[in-house]
T-cell receptor
C-alpha cells in the first residue's frame, strides 16, 4: 500500500455530466499528479500540482481541471463528459517539490460514461 | 512516433526462467527511467528506477539502460507465477512529464 487514497472507487455517469474525483497524497508528499488509463493502454499524464498550482499539463482539453489544497490533497474535475472519458483515473503523489520523480499511485477511480 | 514503446506481448515464460522486457524512448535528453508492475485491476507499483547507463540489480530484478541506443530493459530472474502482470516502462521526458509505454503482459507458467 502506498498511502495514497482515492475516492470513489467506481463511478457511473452519463454523457454531458460533470464529475469530481478526489485524492489524498501520501504523508510527506507535496506533489500530486493525475493520469488517465484506458483499457489496454499505459497511464497518460493529465496534469501535476505543486503548492496548489498546476505546474505541468498533458494533452488534455480544458474541461479537465484540478485543484490542490493546503494539505496536498487534490481533486480532478471533468466537465461535459464524453464516452471516451471512460477509463481508470489514477492519482499519484511524490515528495520531490514539483519535479517529476518516483510516483506512488493510489488504487484509482474507475469511471464509466454511458 | 510514440514517446515510449514496448512490445505489448503477451510474453510467456516457464517458472524459473528469465523474463526479458524491452522499452525504447524518443527523447534523447531523458535522464530518469522506471519500471512499474501492474496486476490486473490494480494500480501500477514501482519496482525499479535507473538513471545511469549500465545495469542496476535489486533481488531478482535487473534494469539495464543504454542512453546511446535510447533503450531500457528489465530482466526478471527465476520467474515466479506471482510475477504474472503487465510491466510498464516509464520515462521522464522534456517538460518534467512522465510518459508510459502501453505495457508488456507477462505470464509465468507453473
Amino acid at each position: 500500500e502506498t498511502g495514497v487514497t482515492q475516492s470513489p472507487t467506481h463511478l457511473i455517469k452519463t454523457r454531458g455530466q460533470q464529475v469530481t474525483l478526489r485524492c489524498s497524497s501520501q504523508s510527506g508528499h507535496n506533489t500530486v499528479s493525475w493520469y488517465q488509463q484506458a483499457l489496454g493502454q499505459g497511464p497518460q499524464f493529465i496534469f501535476q500540482y505543486y503548492r496548489e498550482e498546476e505546474n505541468g499539463r498533458g494533452n488534455f482539453p480544458p474541461r479537465f481541471s484540478g485543484l490542490q489544497f493546503p494539505n496536498y490533497s487534490s481533486e480532478l474535475n471533468v466537465n461535459a463528459l464524453e464516452l471516451d472519458d471512460s477509463a481508470l483515473y489514477l492519482c499519484a503523489s511524490s515528495p520531490n517539490g514539483g519535479r517529476a520523480e518516483k510516483l506512488f499511485f493510489g488504487s484509482g477511480t474507475q469511471l464509466s460514461v454511458l | 512516433q510514440k514517446e515510449v514503446e514496448q512490445n505489448s506481448g503477451p510474453l510467456s515464460v516457464p517458472e524459473g526462467a528469465i523474463a526479458s522486457l524491452n522499452c525504447t524512448y524518443s527523447d534523447r535528453v531523458s535522464q530518469s527511467f522506471f519500471w512499474y508492475r501492474q496486476y490486473s485491476g490494480k494500480s501500477p507499483e514501482l519496482i525499479m528506477s535507473i538513471y545511469s547507463n549500465g545495469d542496476k540489480e535489486d533481488g531478482r530484478f535487473t534494469a539495464q539502460l543504454n542512453k546511446a541506443s535510447q533503450y531500457v530493459s528489465l530482466l526478471i530472474r527465476d520467474s515466479q507465477p506471482s510475477d504474472s502482470a503487465t510491466y510498464l516502462c516509464a520515462v521522464i521526458q522534456t517538460g518534467n512529464q512522465f510518459y508510459f509505454g502501453t505495457g508488456t503482459s507477462l505470464t509465468v507458467i507453473p
